[in-house]
């Protein structure tokens, strides 16, 4: 079984830098696209950003030029470079791998392939 464990949250002022670190855990698979994504309060969850493992990423507009999304592929980790940051970035932030398991699915195709989260970690930006 593969799991996401998330870490790296926490308050910090507006304008401060923050890391996030996602890493895949688990035995007899490969990643191949992951990302980045938050849940803000009252609100619907949002993409922040995404890298496949070719390394092509994609930015939410909102966060072009202050996010970046950093990969180990050999770590099966993927971070989230937050620098200056506004207040609206406070929300729970999610980490989203598409796995691929060995294995045969339903259909008897092999890898299985199959969307995970992580648990979320806080992200709160205040003075």
């Known amino acids: 079984q593969v799991h996401l464990v998330e870490?790296?949250?926490?308050?910090v002022q507006p304008g401060g830098s923050?890391?996030?670190?996602?890493?895949?855990?688990?035995?007899?698979?490969?990643?191949?696209a992951m990302g980045w994504y938050r849940q803000a309060p009252g609100k619907?969850?949002?993409?922040?950003?995404?890298?496949?493992?070719?390394?092509?990423?994609?930015?939410a507009d909102s966060v072009e030029g202050r996010f970046t999304i950093p990969r180990d592929t050999a770590k099966n980790t993927v971070y989230l470079q937050m620098v200056k940051r506004a207040?609206?970035?406070?929300?729970?932030?999610?980490?989203?791998?598409?796995?691929?398991?060995?294995?045969?699915?339903?259909?008897?195709?092999?890898?299985?392939k199959y969307p995970l989260w992580g648990q979320?970690?806080?992200?709160?930006?205040?003075?």
Request: hydrophobic share 35%; charged share 15%.
């Open 7 to 11: 870490s790296g949250g926490g308050l």
């Open 18 to 32: 923050l890391r996030l670190s996602c890493a895949a855990s688990g035995s007899a698979f490969s990643i191949d």
């Open 44 to 59: 619907e969850r949002e993409v922040v950003a995404t890298i496949t493992n070719g390394g092509f990423i994609t930015y």
């Open 87 to 112: 207040p609206e970035a406070t929300a729970a932030y999610y980490c989203n791998a598409a796995v691929l398991e060995e294995g045969h699915d339903d259909n008897g195709l092999s890898p299985v």
């Open 120 to 127: 979320g970690t806080q992200v709160t930006v205040s003075s």
